[in-house]
């Protein structure tokens, strides 16, 4: 019995490889039956990943890339893998940088933004700790490029609820790297922000303008404030908005 236990037990582990292509055919007989079927891509992509089909999926990416150039998911699970995976960073540029041009002012356009700005972030944050290690004197490039994508990202996207949310992944992105370089990304992202929040609390001030932008842009101002000057910008523009003399301002200051 227990020669047959190891026998079973071997041949469950030989036949694992050949369950792993007979799934991934089947994928592929699904994904060229129902190629417009976007879930059955993603479907298929997360299979792969998950069994390590690294020379399949650069296939698959390209094949669903060319049936799908808008869906932005496709975009971001495609510059993830050559960035975590195989570790070509300007390969993942090029693939966002793409998507950016074709998914301009498309619903996942924030998505992409903060899926580059996160690789460009866990990037130079890996070639700081290889730095540090190798006691070589860090430099600047990776904060300047970080700065670089958050200036370009407030210039592309279009809607001041949009940046809002934007700037939220951003910051939350930054807080959970600490590190040389990360305090300077986060204060130059709230300085933007303070620049985004005092244009829209002057634009508020007209009775055409949607009060609800300028709101959000305060709170998320105020919410990631951390010293002084920025409680008291925080401050400044709820007053301005006071000033406005609209109920719903009133009662979020």
């Known amino acids: 019995r227990k020669n047959d236990n190891k026998s079973a037990s071997s041949s ?4 694992s490889p050949m369950c792993t292509a007979k799934i991934s055919q089947i994928w592929s007989r699904a994904t060229r039956r129902f190629p417009a079927n976007l879930s059955l891509w993603l479907e298929r992509i997360h299979f792969c990943l998950q069994t390590h089909q690294n020379k399949a999926l650069e296939e698959i990416f390209a094949t669903a890339l060319q049936l799908h150039p808008l ?6 699970l495609a510059a993830c893998w ?11 540029r090029l693939l966002i940088q793409r998507a950016l041009r074709l998914c301009k002012g498309a619903e996942g356009e924030v998505g992409l933004w903060a899926e580059i700005f996160r ?3 866990v990037y130079w944050h890996k070639i700081a700790q290889r730095q540090e290690v ?7 490039e990776g904060s ?17 609820e949009e940046r809002v949310k934007l700037f939220s992944e951003f910051l939350q992105l930054a807080s959970e790297y600490e590190g040389e370089g990360e305090g ?8 933007l922000l303070a620049l985004e929040a005092e244009r829209e609390v002057n634009s508020s001030l007209s009775p055409s303008h949607s009060s609800s932008h300028s709101a959000a842009m305060c709170l998320t101002l105020y919410q990631w404030n951390s010293t002084p000057k920025d409680s008291q910008l925080f ?19």
């Not at 469950?12 to 036949?15: C, Y």
């Not at 300047?144 to 001041?160: N, P």
């Not at 300077?184 to 992202?189: A, N, P, S, V, Y």
């Not at 401050?235 to 200051?253: D, H, Q, T």
């Open 235 to 253: 401050f400044s523009l709820v007053e301005a908005l006071c000033k406005s003399n609209k109920p719903n301002l009133l009662l979020f200051a």
């Open 144 to 160: 300047k490029m970080l700065q670089i994508v958050a200036d370009h990202a407030l210039e592309s996207v279009q809607g001041a």
């Open 134 to 140: 190798l006691g070589v004197e860090k430099r600047a």
């Open 12 to 15: 469950s582990k030989a036949q």
């Open 184 to 191: 300077e990304i986060r204060d130059h992202l709230l300085n």
């Open 71 to 76: 869906a932005t998911t496709l975009w971001r």
């Open 119 to 121: 690789l460009e972030l």
């Open 82 to 92: 050559e960035a975590e995976h195989n570790l070509n960073m300007p390969a993942a």
